[in-house]
């Protein structure tokens, strides 16, 4: 798996082609959680939330919900630091409203110790909300692409391999692939 440093800015735009965000997150964490223990402090070292749109002029619950949660996940100090990682599926679109604003204002005083992580099911969309948040918070944006279809992967090593002037056979392009797999905690 492909290591990142999530201190470099305080949110990360992380766009995969995985099909379970929330677990590929989770993976990323541990592996820095392995590296970087002192910057992680609760009961977990990833919270994941889904940021539910709320319109103008409806009772903005969603800054308290998350507060909430991670109040819940903080442990005997009561205090968390770590990786926060919201799904803005339902603000792309709405990145102009004032409970956006709001939202981002929060996160931008609390970025301390909090790392951000912002993903969404569709990738097309967020460059608009790139923009806004620009203006709060320093961004980065992550690309990372994972592998789920593993004959898939074991065809791509052979031909990559190949393209280096090397023949290789299948069963070491699959010998290969699970070294590969075990080494990144893929197995």
Avoid at 1 to 23: A, P
Avoid at 103 to 110: G, N, S, T
Wanted: hydrophobic share 35%; glycine share 2%; with cysteine.
């Amino acid at each position: 798996m492909k290591s990142i440093d999530l201190w470099q800015s305080q949110v990360i735009f992380f766009v995969t082609n995985s099909q379970n965000k929330e677990r590929f997150i989770k993976q990323l964490i541990h592996q820095q959680y392995q590296k970087n223990p002192d910057k992680f402090y609760g009961e977990v070292p990833c919270i994941c939330y889904k940021v539910n749109y709320v319109a103008p002029f409806n009772e903005f619950k969603e800054l308290k919900n998350l507060i909430m949660r991670i109040k819940e996940n903080t442990g005997l100090r009561s205090e968390f630091r770590g990786v926060v990682a919201l799904n803005i599926d339902e603000w792309i679109g709405h990145e102009q409203d004032d409970y956006f604003s709001i939202f981002l204002k929060y996160l931008h005083d609390h970025s301390t110790y909090i790392q951000y992580i912002f993903y969404s099911q569709d990738n097309q969309k967020i460059a608009d909300m790139m923009k806004v948040t620009v203006q709060y918070l320093t961004i980065q944006v992550q690309n990372i692409d994972e592998h789920y279809d593993i004959k898939k992967l074991y065809k791509i090593i052979k031909y990559k391999i190949k393209c280096y002037n090397k023949e290789i056979s299948l069963e070491d392009a699959i010998y290969l692939t699970d070294e590969i797999l075990q080494k990144n905690r893929f197995i």
